[in-house]
Nanobody, 121 residues
Framework: QVHLVESGGDLVQPGGSLRLSCAASGSIFSINAMGWYRQAPGKQRELVATINSGGSTNYQDSVKGRFTISRDNAKNTVYLQMNSLKPEDTAVYYC???????????????WGQGTQVTVSS
């Protein structure tokens, strides 16, 4: 129905940058909110950033000023530009999409497979 493909995760040094992308495909009727979450080993999955259909964004305090979320509606893609990366940013990052599939009226939540971001010297 909806397939999310994530890319961009890598091993980087502290202070480095990465750009994550998540492209949605399938029988998409519409996409509302999009966002990024992350989960470190032994920890709960936590919100990193979200962006709604109008472009309004929300960030976890720890990434404000360093990360930027954006979206390309024509491509059904959400991005996360991550700058000044810190070791504590190390986690698996998951894309989240809230949208509608053709034939389904209610919005549903879809998750990507996750991409590993490791920040280490």
């Amino acid at each position: 129905q909806v397939h999310l493909v994530e890319s961009g995760g890598d091993l980087v040094q502290p202070g480095g940058s990465l750009r994550l992308s998540c492209a949605a495909s399938g029988s998409i009727f519409s996409i509302n909110a999009m966002g990024w979450y992350r989960q470190a080993p032994g920890k709960q999955r936590e919100l990193v950033a979200t962006i709604n259909s109008g472009g309004s964004t929300n960030y976890q305090d720890s990434v404000k000023g360093r990360f930027t979320i954006s979206r390309d509606n024509a491509k059904n893609t959400v991005y996360l530009q991550m700058n000044s990366l810190k070791p504590e940013d190390t986690a698996v990052y998951y894309c989240k999409v809230v949208g509608r599939v053709g034939g389904i009226l209610l919005e549903r939540v879809y998750w990507g497979q996750g991409t590993q971001v490791t920040v280490s010297s």
